[in-house]
């Protein structure tokens, strides 16, 4: 299983990022897709989760109308269009595939990629 994530960079509040992940090692198609976050100090948490079947999205309360999550199954990617970013959204992210688990998500994988640095100045 391999994830490699890219797209991150500094930007001035306000601004927008599309961050994308290629993803190998599983067969990317059966499995809903996710992007994660780590920020200095906290725990890494869920921000977007897009499902296998009909391509329905989940996100975190904090990132929602902000945060939209796609993939493409024929090029095995995973993308995340950020827009009206805040400093709060500062964070290393990372990408995974996830199962669901009652009313939430089991990520599938426990390994990671690199992840992509993503600034956001004031």
């Known amino acids: 299983v391999q994830f490699v994530e890219s797209g991150g960079g500094l930007v001035q509040f306000g601004g927008s990022l599309r961050l994308s992940c290629a993803a190998s090692g599983f067969t990317f198609s059966s499995y809903a897709m996710s992007w994660h976050r780590q920020a200095p100090g906290k725990e890494r948490e869920l921000v977007a989760v897009i499902t296998s079947t009909d391509g329905s999205t989940d996100y975190a309360d904090s990132v929602k109308g902000r945060f939209t999550i796609s993939r493409d199954n024929a090029k095995n990617m995973v993308y995340l269009q950020m827009i009206s970013l805040k400093p709060e959204d500062t964070a290393v992210y990372y990408c995974?595939?996830?199962?669901?688990?009652?009313?939430?998500?089991?990520?599938?994988?426990?390994?990671w990629g690199r992840g992509t640095q993503v600034t956001v100045s004031s």
């Open positions: 995974n595939a996830e199962i669901p688990y009652g009313s939430t998500w089991y990520t599938a994988w426990n390994y």
